[in-house]
């Protein structure tokens, strides 16, 4: 698991981030299969405010480790200024592990 401290992203305008899963103990990226799960969430006062999935197609992978999460501008939009919590997990075969827990500051775009 890594902590990240993300950069301010506006709220007015699409959000991207890319990842990688690579396994320290294999030294290789983690090949990502047909069933794995990733979720990546916002959360504001204990409250999730936005997720995205990898079952729902907000997050993508090139099937060798490399996950790209889009938040949408509508999404982003309909979030206040501030500070929000960021986790990732991903899931396969039933087993959970936690990749990112972590901070993004959202500020207010100004632009309408």
């Known amino acids: 698991m890594i902590s990240v401290d993300f950069d301010a992203v506006s709220n007015r305008g699409r959000w991207e981030e890319v990842f990688e899963l690579y ?35 907000a997050v993508t992978t090139d099937g060798v ?16 200024p501030g500070q929000y919590a960021v986790g990732m997990t991903f899931e396969r075969e039933g087993i959970v592990s936690q990749l990112v827990v972590g901070t993004v500051p959202v500020v207010d775009g100004v632009v309408s």
């Open 65 to 80: 480790g490399l996950l790209q999460v889009t938040i949408t501008e509508e999404q982003m939009r309909s979030l206040c």
């Open 23 to 57: 396994d320290d103990a294999a030294e290789a990226l983690v090949a990502i299969e047909e069933g794995d799960e990733v979720v990546f969430v916002l959360r504001r006062d204990g409250a999730v405010v936005i997720e995205a999935r990898r079952s729902t197609g």
